[in-house]
Each structure stands twice: as structure tokens, then as C-alpha cells.
């Protein structure tokens, strides 16, 4: 025999339904039987206030019941395994019978399972004469041969109830109160002090804010200060135009003149011009205070007009051209 699974914790009132009974109840001929201690009692309804939960015991005449040895890999899906497997197991397709199945252990590699079939038009036609005279069961269970309860539920889903427990939901309900009682009186407590809590939370906020604004005036203080020193060093690191001017005007050869000068913000110098003596630019510049590697960009063209040469030079400004006085080009 399986050991049950199926637990409920309100009380049971057991039918056993004859196989070879008619549907009503109200004939005094052994129909539906009410399985006390005392043994079987003919079935009289119950008090509408007492709370049961009926559970309708099938015979094994209206039970199929199989012992079968599964992987244990099926315990995971039971339900879904048996139901692709109903074929095999029994004569019936799955679409014609009610199923459920109990666990009875297992060992290293296969699950023990006690599967009860009963044909679906038999049980619903049970359940609805029994309907019919008031009686609605919570759970069906079937007798193996023994005459024990399998401890299953063969009960179909869509006349499944949810049944409200009355002295758990009372208890249940004494307990909200309770913890509710004890929440408004520490409430309550906590009300007096509440006006003194909410001052002392807008001071402080007061002060965070008051915190918060002079970190970030500290911070654009520090930031503008850091501005100024860079534009300073910049400043000072580069050579005025004045005295790039007058190093140029030194260094170049006076058949030599000049038509565009760029100083970039790095210190390289780009000047272009014409010059009647272009191969000696290099040489002269390059022994020039203030200048260094100069070299000459694109391609050296003759004008027509001037007969001179036009060229683009580069060169790099070093430390000893810079100035501390700005000036202009003229």
C-alpha cells in the first residue's frame, strides 16, 4: 500500500459508493454509505454550520489501479509523463479518463508510483447524481484491494472548490487585530514626540542643503582658480607676436618676404612667402635663436611675376623665443 500525500487539515466525512448502487439516495437500500469509526453507516447529510470536507472512496470494481517503476527523472513531471504515457500503462487514451498517481518511494534509480484511472464518463456521472441530491465532494480517493485509501485525488479540476476553514480564518483574523491593536498603540506612542521629530528633520535637512551649497561653490572656486592658472602658465609659455616678429626679421635674408605667419597654440610657427634664396631658409632658421627643426611643407613653385620662389616653411618655437610683452602684427 502507497502512503498517502494528500493532507487537509479540516475534518473528513468518507462516502464509500457502492459499484453496484443507484444514483439516489433517498431509497433505504444501501446506496451511499458514510465510513465512520464505528464501521459503514447508511449516509445522512450533514448539519449545514459543521465544517467537512467529503471525501468519495471509489471501490476497485470502479478503479483501475497499477503499480508502475519509473526513472526517477520523471518525478519532476509526473503528471506530464503519465499523461503521454497513459496509452502504455492502460487500455484507455488519455481523453477518456480521470488519472492521479501517488508516490510510494524509491530507490537509486527508479520511483515507485501507484497510478488510479477511472473513465471519465462513469465519475461524472456519479458526481452529477450526487450533485443532484445536494451532495458535493471535496476529494475523491480510491480503495486499493486491500480496502485502504490510496490517498490520491481523482476529483476533476473544474469541480474542485476552495473550501474557507472557519476556525483557522477566525484565528487568523483574532491574530491580524491583534498585531493591528499593538501597531496603533506604538502609533500612538510615537505621535508625541512627532512634532519635536518632524522640526528636528527640517533643521537638518535645512543643513544638508546649506552643506550641499558650499561644497559647490567650493568646488566652481576651485575649478575657476585652476582656469586661471592654466591661462596664465599658457600665456606665459608661449612668445609674444613682437618678439617672433623681430626674430624673424633678424634670421631671414632681405630678398626674403613673407605673405601669412601662424603661431599654433603648441608653438609651431607656419609661415609662407616668397623668397629668392629658398634653399638657404633652412640652414638660416635652424641657426636662429628661438627656432628648431624647420622643414618645408608641400612643393617649392616659381612666380612668374616676382621670379621668386614661393614656399610654406614650419619650424618650432623653443623657450628662448618666448616674450613677456604681447604684441600685434602690424
Not at 613682437?242 to 603648441?266: F, G, H, S, Y
Not at 628661438?290 to 614656399?311: E, L, M
Not at 616653411?313 to 604681447?326: D, K, P, V, Y
Request: aromatic content about 4%; charged content about 20%.
Amino acid at each position: 500500500m502507497c502512503t498517502a500525500k494528500l493532507k487537509l487539515k479540516s475534518s473528513f466525512v468518507k462516502l464509500l459508493w457502492s459499484a453496484n448502487a443507484s444514483a439516489s439516495i433517498t431509497h433505504h437500500s444501501n446506496q451511499l454509505w458514510r465510513v465512520t469509526e464505528n464501521g459503514e453507516q447508511s449516509w445522512q447529510p450533514l448539519p449545514a454550520d459543521q465544517d467537512h470536507a467529503l471525501v468519495l472512496q471509489l471501490t476497485p470494481a470502479q478503479v483501475l489501479v497499477r503499480e508502475l517503476y519509473l526513472p526517477l527523472a520523471a518525478g519532476k513531471k509526473l503528471e506530464s509523463v503519465l499523461q503521454h504515457e497513459l496509452p502504455r500503462f492502460t487500455p484507455f487514451q488519455p481523453g477518456q479518463v480521470y488519472f492521479a498517481a501517488a508516490r510510494c518511494g524509491s530507490d537509486a534509480q527508479r520511483l515507485r508510483v501507484q497510478l488510479a484511472v477511472v473513465r471519465r464518463d462513469k465519475l461524472d456521472a456519479l458526481l452529477e447524481q450526487l450533485a443532484a441530491q445536494g451532495v458535493a465532494p471535496d476529494r475523491v480517493d480510491a480503495l486499493d484491494a486491500a480496502g485502504q485509501p490510496l490517498g490520491i485525488n481523482l476529483l476533476p479540476a473544474a469541480r474542485r472548490r476552495r473550501r474557507i476553514h472557519w476556525p483557522r480564518l477566525i484565528n487568523l483574523t483574532l491574530a491580524i487585530s491583534s498585531a493591528l491593536l499593538l501597531a496603533t498603540a506604538a502609533a500612538l506612542w510615537r505621535s508625541q514626540n512627532a512634532d519635536t521629530l518632524q522640526r528636528m528633520s527640517a533643521e537638518v535637512s535645512q543643513l544638508q542643503q546649506q552643506t550641499r551649497d558650499i561644497i559647490t561653490l567650493q568646488q566652481q572656486l576651485s575649478e575657476r582658480q585652476q582656469a586661471a592658472g592654466y591661462l596664465a602658465r599658457l600665456k606665459h609659455s608661449q612668445p609674444s607676436m613682437l618678439t617672433t616678429l623681430q626674430a624673424l626679421t633678424d634670421c631671414l635674408p632681405a630678398d626674403t618676404w613673407l605673405e601669412q605667419l601662424d603661431i599654433k597654440a603648441e608653438g609651431t610657427l607656419v609661415m609662407s612667402g616668397q623668397s629668392s634664396a629658398v634653399s638657404s631658409l633652412i640652414s638660416r632658421i635652424n641657426a636662429c635663436p628661438g627656432f628648431s627643426a624647420p622643414q618645408f611643407q608641400g612643393v617649392i613653385q616659381p612666380d612668374s611675376q616676382t621670379r621668386q620662389d614661393r614656399f610654406t616653411l614650419q619650424a618650432t618655437l623653443s623657450a628662448s623665443a618666448s616674450g613677456q610683452t604681447e604684441g600685434s602684427t602690424p
